[in-house]
């Protein structure tokens, strides 16, 4: 069934997760010819993680863009050590690629040039995004657990020239901690973790004492045990005026959620995705509701 095309671009967000070098570099090389538009590179979570280092980062960032992909560098969004503040500073110094700013300190680092605003820096109001503008701001990733109906107000506040974005499908980092939870559950010191997260490549799942989602742990992360899912909802956030829909990287179905979005955005209909093996779909933030929920589109 073919429907009317809808003007957006697709995104993919950095990797929430520690996965083998190998692993990765296959996973990117995929997305190279693939039909994302812009993609989101570095690590984001654990300063400690090293199968793929900065140096590392900023070759298959210049590999991406050689094939014709919009590349930005993503920042940490917690700094925790010296080292990590001198690493991001050394990060928002280089200019050959577009920053995504995790916390305050890299809009500090930037000193005006142009950032994407990442989800964790909270921007809930037009006052804010009049602000984040006013200090370089091009795009802003909206906040992972808001409403439709307040994102459409918001999206009316902003500011002439700022472009949105917002994650439509995979697991929503919703806290952190300067505690890791992974080396936590492992009873292991956080210095000493083994890297025990490259074990678990979507996340740890925690559920209930009757075994039902409730989250999920990822180093100093604490995501959602289910799958966001607004892939239905992507003509109306188009039509909302939102400009970039993003996608997380999971260990299965992202090139399919992907690929889905390139469908709806050619007016041809898009199957449904599955996330990977044990994990649900949930939806409920957008609709209002518990984030857990999952409110099935209707006819």
């Not at 984040?132 to 109906?149: C, K």
């Not at 994102?151 to 697991?171: I, K, M, Y």
């Not at 995705?273 to 857990?292: D, E, F, K, L, W």
Request: charged share 25%; net charge negative; glycine share 10%.
């Amino acid at each position: 069934m073919e429907m009317n095309p809808t003007q957006f671009q697709i995104s993919v967000g950095p990797l929430l997760y520690y996965w083998p070098r190998r692993a990765t570099l296959d996973f990117y090389a995929a997305l190279a010819d693939g039909p994302a538009d812009i993609l989101y590179v570095g690590e984001t979570v654990c300063s400690r993680r090293h199968e793929l280092r900065a140096d590392d980062w900023r070759d298959l960032a210049q590999d991406l863009r050689a094939a014709g992909k919009t590349v930005v560098l993503s920042g940490r969004t917690l700094i925790e050590t010296g080292a990590e503040a001198h690493a991001l500073k050394k990060l928002c110094a280089q200019d050959d690629f577009m920053i995504e700013a995790g916390e305050l300190g890299a809009v500090r680092h930037l000193a005006g040039r142009a950032f994407v605003a990442g989800p964790h820096v909270n921007a809930y109001h037009g006052g804010t995004l009049q602000w984040l503008a006013s200090q370089g701001a091009v795009r802003f990733v909206a906040p992972l657990e808001m409403d439709g109906e307040t994102l459409a107000r918001l999206l009316q506040e902003r500011p002439d020239g700022l472009a949105a974005e917002t994650l439509v499908w995979g697991r929503m980092a919703l806290a952190f901690s300067a505690r890791c939870f992974t080396a936590r559950h492992f009873r292991l010191k956080k210095d000493d973790c083994g890297f025990r997260c490259i074990e678990h490549p979507d996340g740890l799942d925690m559920r209930t004492k009757e075994s039902r989602e409730f989250l999920s742990i990822n180093g100093i992360q604490v995501q959602s045990a289910a799958c966001l899912d607004l892939l239905a909802q992507a003509t109306e956030l188009a039509a909302m005026g939102v400009d970039v829909l993003r996608v997380n990287p999971q260990s299965a179905g992202t090139h399919e959620a992907i690929a889905a979005l390139d469908d709806i955005r050619h007016g041809r209909a898009a199957r449904a995705v599955t996330p990977p093996a044990g994990i649900g779909r949930c939806n409920g933030y957008y609709h209002g509701r518990s984030g857990i929920e999952l409110m099935e589109a209707t006819a």
